[in-house]
């Protein structure tokens, strides 16, 4: 069936540092939705890429959907302590399929 | 103003027994989707709700499982002869006409014993 899988499963970084997370799906996609979760809380919608190769940015995120349609980034500049979480990707066919996630920490 | 609620907020049940988990989307909310979603995992699509009817329900991962949305605003999400194996976070979240972005709750604890 369908899998969305994402790199790294963790992350560490320095407060400062970027930070970057990977999604890849099996099947070709419609769109592709990023969401932040933190700890204890439940997802937030970020953001929705549908067109191929498409670039979006919110201030310091910028989100990538590849020209396959297939796979997708979420690149940070300059991490702080508030992007602290846990970030999944969720490729749409007919129906959302969520990434494994990839869980982010910032040190001080 | 409101976002979506679940209830209850945390559920402790013993193996065999019925659940019932609420959902209340935000008004005017057209969509309705069902998660689930276990320690260190993204959420597992369950269902998919438009309005009244199950739109997609391939996710439920057995009979055992049902939902149902009468009036195309409040879910209610059954699991019957609930196992062990059930006990995840349960989220629910819903999506205004025209959209995609999806608006979660903060979902429903069950542990099932």
């Known amino acids: 069936g369908q899998q969305v899988m994402q790199i790294p499963q963790y992350q560490h970084v320095q407060e400062g540092e970027d930070f970057t997370t990977y999604c890849n799906s099996s099947t070709t996609l419609s769109n592709i939705q990023w969401y932040k979760q933190r700890p204890g809380g439940h997802p937030v919608f970020l953001i929705q890429l549908v067109k191929s190769g498409e670039v979006k940015k919110q201030k310091r995120l910028t989100f990538q959907f590849g020209e396959a349609k297939k796979n997708s980034s979420l690149h940070i500049t300059a991490t702080q302590t508030t992007d602290v979480g846990t970030y999944f990707c969720?490729?749409?066919?007919?129906?959302?399929?969520f990434g494994t996630g990839t869980r982010l920490k910032v040190l001080a | 103003g409101a976002g979506v609620s679940q209830t209850p907020s945390n559920k402790v049940t013993e193996k065999g027994k019925y659940v019932e988990l609420r959902c209340d989307p935000i008004?005017?909310?057209?969509?309705l989707y069902w998660y689930r979603q276990s320690l260190g995992q993204g959420p597992e699509f369950l269902i998919y709700f438009q309005g009244t009817g199950a739109a997609d329900d391939s996710g439920l991962p057995n009979d055992r499982f049902f939902a149902v949305r009468p009036e195309g605003s409040v879910s209610t999400l059954k699991i019957q002869r609930t196992e062990r194996g059930d006990s995840a976070v349960y989220l629910c979240?819903?999506?205004?006409?025209?959209?995609?972005?999806?608006?979660f709750g903060p979902g429903t604890r069950l542990t099932v014993t």
């Open positions: 008004s005017g909310h057209t969509a």
């Open positions: 979240a819903s999506s205004p006409p025209g959209s995609y972005e999806q608006y």
């Open positions: 969720a490729g749409q066919t007919y129906k959302y399929i």
